[in-house]
Nanobody, 126 residues
Framework: QVQLVESGGGLVQTGGSLRLSCTASGGTDSTYTMGWFRQAPGKERNFVAAINKYGGKTSYGGSVKGRFTISRDSTKTTAYLQMDKMKPEDTAVYYC???????????????????WGQGTQVTVSS
């Protein structure tokens, strides 16, 4: 059973930056793509970014492309989400998720991920 713990959320002003971290533990030998999703109140959980097991392929949701950067450390157990040029519409609870098996290229729906963190609140003030 993989456990995910996110950290780094908080309050930031428009145009500012935050860096989220997600650390996986337990059963990490079989961890593949790591991803970030976000969910605003009353809205669906949406894809933000993902990185494959070896860090060679990254993907981003359209609204964050060019502003957010996902990375993964050499142990493959920690993923980061660097968020720059933040906007009020980035306000949401951010969730880290991981695939425990290869799901194929561009498999970034919430149902493609097997384990989830508890979420961390990100608030961007205008």
């Amino acid at each position: 059973q993989v456990q995910l713990v996110e950290s780094g959320g908080g309050l930031v002003q428009t145009g500012g930056s935050l860096r989220l971290s997600c650390t996986a533990s337990g059963g990490t030998d079989s961890t593949y793509t790591m991803g970030w999703f976000r969910q605003a109140p009353g809205k669906e959980r949406n894809f933000v970014a993902a990185i494959n097991k070896y860090g060679g392929k990254t993907s981003y949701g359209g609204s964050v492309k060019g502003r957010f950067t996902i990375s993964r450390d050499s142990t493959k157990t920690t993923a980061y989400l660097q968020m720059d040029k933040m906007k009020p519409e980035d306000t949401a609870v951010y969730y880290c998720a991981i695939q425990s098996a290869y799901r194929g290229e561009n498999s970034y729906y919430p149902g493609d991920f097997d384990y989830w963190g508890q979420g961390t609140q990100v608030t961007v003030s205008s």
